[in-house]
């Protein structure tokens, strides 16, 4: 089974100080991991993905994303937030082991920067 | 170049009835996949459709179906609904052959549908 958590219903940051959406996964071999943002009444934006590589993955609108194996977690950041950064936060998982091709969620997490 | 598109944004219906939502791929992608997403929760998989049939299938019971026509685009059908289908509905598409397991779903805005 395939599973994520995002330990945090919302996370509060001011505007120009950074900000970090924690996650972590449970897959039974090596994941695919993906981060999406969603607005108010909006679809799912993509934002970034690790598949393999380097530890640190870059996306869209200056975040990022550190893929830490031994604490399965991919944590996403950004070195300053912006107002227009407030959103939920989706965190999403993908055994590459089993074949499979759902995206597994978490609960997702609200960022507010004020 | 359009993105995902879906139709209708809302529905109200009552239960026991049925419905038909409808997604258009982004250009080029050959795969959709649709997702529910209850108030406050993350997406939930419904099923996968490639090259018109269902490739996969979450945890959902048969009153959700689905159909893939040649032009990729796809339907999601539930019958006799339940109060507790309400919630967004989201299709997803994204090109197979791109890389299997590793490519990126991209979604649309999303159906919202109530029932009453």
């Known amino acids: 089974a395939q599973s994520v958590a995002q330990p945090e219903d919302q996370v509060n940051v001011a505007e120009g100080n950074p900000l970090t959406v924690k996650c972590t996964y449970s897959?039974?071999?090596?994941?695919?991991l993906f981060w999406y943002v969603q607005y108010p009444n909006r679809g799912l934006q993509f934002l970034l993905k690790?598949?393999?590589?380097?530890?640190l993955v870059k996306g869209s609108y200056g975040f990022e994303a550190e893929f830490n194996k031994s604490q399965t977690s991919f944590h996403l950041k950004k070195p300053s937030a912006l107002v227009s950064d407030s959103a939920l936060y989706f965190c999403?998982?993908?055994?590459?082991?089993?074949?499979?091709?759902?995206?597994?969620f978490g609960k997702g997490t609200s960022l507010l920067v004020t | 170049d359009a993105g995902v598109t879906q139709s209708p944004t809302h529905l109200i219906k009552t239960r026991g009835q049925q419905v038909t939502l409808r997604c258009s791929p982004k250009?080029?992608?050959?795969?959709v996949s649709w997702y529910q997403q209850a108030l406050g929760q993350g997406p939930q998989f419904i099923f996968q459709?490639?090259?018109?049939?269902?490739?996969q299938r979450g945890n959902f019971p048969d009153r959700f179906s689905g159909h893939q026509f040649p032009n990729y685009s796809s339907e999601l059908n539930v019958n006799a609904l339940l109060l507790g289908d309400s919630a967004l509905y989201l299709c997803?598409?994204?090109?197979?052959?791109?890389?299997?397991?590793?490519?990126?779903?991209?979604f649309g805005p999303g159906t919202r549908l109530l029932v009453l």
């Open positions: 999403a998982v993908r055994d590459r082991s089993n074949s499979g091709y759902a995206l597994n």
């Open positions: 690790y598949i393999t590589g380097d530890n």
């Open positions: 897959v039974s071999g090596n994941p695919y």
């Open positions: 250009s080029g992608h050959d795969t």
């Open positions: 459709y490639y090259e018109e049939e269902e490739r």
């Open positions: 997803a598409s994204s090109l197979l052959t791109s890389g299997g397991p590793q490519e990126t779903q991209y």
